[in-house]
């Protein structure tokens, strides 16, 4: 499995997101790093398809795309339980995570 975690600077949700990455890494004992892939520009937006900071691709697959999110440098929000939320939380990425390794 590939982890990517797509970020720009300005946008401060990537290191929650990155948080809860490595602490499931950790709890489901994953052998996996995390790659970071900085987008700086807008033109590297485009080329990524790049959704909003954070994003992140299990596999090179976005699970939580949205096809009418516009591509571009801002920073995503996600629906979570609680509403909505900069980054997906703990259990939404233990849920993707744990359905691809189990190739389901």
Do not use: K
Not at 3 to 8: A, D, K, P, S, Y
């Amino acid at each position: 499995m590939e982890i990517t975690l797509q970020h720009f600077e300005a946008c401060p949700s990537w290191e929650t997101a990155d948080q809860h990455l490595q602490d499931l890494i950790d709890r489901l004992d994953l052998d996996v790093e995390v790659q970071y892939q900085l987008v700086e520009t807008p033109e590297a937006a485009v080329e990524y398809g790049f959704r909003g900071s954070p994003t992140v691709l299990i596999d090179g697959v976005d699970p939580f795309a949205n096809a009418d999110a516009p591509i571009g440098l801002s920073c995503r929000v996600y629906q979570t339980e609680s509403g909505f939320a900069g980054s997906p939380t703990f259990d939404q990425l233990e849920q993707v995570i744990v359905t691809v390794s189990q190739g389901v």
